[in-house]
């Protein structure tokens, strides 16, 4: 078995592997780029999550989606793929693959203005724009105070935006 330290050691130029632990994420679309960095974050140590997606996975997004493609029963829950948002089943593949206890609020909605998300958004450390939603996009710009560290990975084209 190997220590998650070991595992990540290289990606701690970016983000202090040791420390990412006690980072509160933000993740805001857990769609193909989303749930694959959520995943990856989680499985590096990653343990304070709110995701927010209010869609639900469609058979043709399954080809480049980290969600299964049948339903899977894992000790956190059953992942049935196609009745939850992308929100809850990543939440829930989390669960099932990391090995840190974890803290994970899903939101099965999308991104808005209102006070929980806001209280989300303006509580986290690290905050990951990875929907195609302008408007949820301009509504964390919008805001007047901003995390730590911002990351804007667009998915339409190859752009990875970092603010700290």
Known sequence: MYDTLDLY????????????KDLKFCLIGCGSLGSTIGLS????GASNWALFD???VEPHNRSNQVFLNENASYSCGVI???SHTKAEQLSTLICALASQELNITAYPSHFRSI????????????????TDSLESRKLVY???AYPDVLLDARSARTILQFFC
């Open 54 to 56: 209010g869609d639900y």
């Open 9 to 20: 050691r290289r990606q701690s130029l970016i983000l202090p592997v040791d420390k990412v």
């Open 80 to 82: 049935d793929v196609l």
């Open 142 to 144: 919008e805001q007047e």
């Open 115 to 130: 006070g929980p998300h806001i209280k989300e958004l303006k509580n986290s450390d690290v905050v990951i724009l990875a």
């Open 41 to 44: 974050l989680s499985l590096c």
